[in-house]
């Protein structure tokens, strides 16, 4: 276990008394961990806001803030409470124990705390941070940060609600055409760095891709997190797509590469959001009509010869500041109703 642990481990050490504060400081020290050492855990949860640690070790009994009330207000942090902590106290008794641990606590060590017992308790919770970090970082890069803060807050579980968004759709013009013309490491590089374009226009104005299929891709906003003029963020990021692929194609056509176009659709109204699957295999999506209406609008772009529509509701939240060409009521595939559909110019 100890070949797990980090060379130079950054521990915060809370402890009221000044002797048991050097004595315990040089025993972690001695193991080649850095330790800043508070005496209150009113300081310790200001330090632990500025920096972050790889551990706590945190005493019960100090005066103001003690030990407990500190393991409640790291529960309730969402940014804090993934700290590792470990309780070191003179405190007797197995119900004090059970309840460090039920406030989140990883272990629980008796003063005067024994030094073999302390580097093995370490070393087993720097194992567990690993494990967490690990799978938070594949929870990242599989389900995006958005989703991961979610299940990280809310917890995992299938079902939806009700959350007003707006949805885009995009994919590239001719992309069946041009796989046939490209072999298939070239294909795979050119939607890389299209995708890592079409992800900073899309993450820089709060949205959140949802899904990729091939050469297209759904993004939410508004969901997980409520964002705040989601329709304007939507269209702002739609048009800096289009600038950035139009780039993106003049650099591969100067290369001898192909031209690169895009169509992008937005609607916006309620969606239903949540987890869909089964509890072994789940993913973080949107349905419902505004979803539907988004797709059959990224479509039309083909036939209108125009590269964002909205619709009506989309329409309703923006400003002057946008520039729109009313293209009527249209007939969207799949749709009973006409909807009413703008270019954004």
């Known amino acids: 276990m100890a070949e797990c642990i980090p060379p130079s481990a950054q521990v915060l050490l809370v402890e009221d008394n000044r002797v048991n504060r050097l004595l315990l400081s040089r025993q972690v020290e001695q193991l080649g961990h850095v330790v800043q050492a508070v005496e209150d855990g009113l300081k310790a949860l200001a330090v632990l806001r500025e920096r972050r640690f790889d551990l706590m070790l945190l005493d019960i009994e100090m005066p103001g803030l003690n030990g407990f009330q500190v393991l409640e207000q790291l529960t309730a942090d969402p940014e804090l409470r993934e700290m590792p902590v470990i309780v070191t106290s003179g405190l007797d008794g197995l119900v004090n124990v059970v309840r460090c641990i039920e406030l989140g606590a990883e272990d629980y060590l008796h003063k005067p705390v024994n030094p ?50 707006s949805v885009l759709f995009c994919d590239i013009r001719g992309f069946t055409t041009l ?21 900073d226009a899309i993450g820089a104005q709060g949205g959140v891709v949802n899904q990729i299929i091939g050469d297209g891709l759904m993004a939410i906003f508004g969901a997980p997190q409520p964002l705040e003029g989601h329709a304007k963020c939507a269209v702002r990021a739609a048009l800096e797509m289009v600038e950035m692929a139009a780039e993106f194609s003049r ?9 690169i176009r895009i169509g992008v659709g937005i609607a916006s109204g309620d969606v239903v959001a949540g987890y869909t699957g089964t509890q072994e295999r789940a993913t973080y999506t949107c349905v419902g009509d505004t979803v539907n209406r988004a797709a059959r609008l990224e479509v039309c772009t083909k036939e209108a010869q125009r590269a964002v529509l909205i619709d009506g509701a989309t329409r309703e939240q923006l400003d002057a500041g946008f520039e729109l060409e009313s293209l009527g009521a249209q007939q969207l595939k799949g749709k009973t109703q006409a909807v009413e559909v703008f270019a954004v110019l």
């Open 179 to 199: 796989t046939e013309a490209l072999p298939p490491e070239e294909v795979i590089e050119l939607l890389n760095t299209y995708y890592t374009l079409m992800f």
């Open 116 to 165: 073999v017992l302390l580097r093995a308790r370490i070393a087993a919770s720097f194992e567990k941070k690993r494990l967490r970090d690990q799978q938070r970082e594949l929870m990242r890069r599989f389900a995006t940060s958005a989703v991961a803060q979610d299940v990280q807050r809310s917890g995992f579980m299938l079902g939806g609600r009700l959350v007003p968004a």
């Open 251 to 259: 650099e591969q056509q100067a290369a001898g590469g192909p031209e």
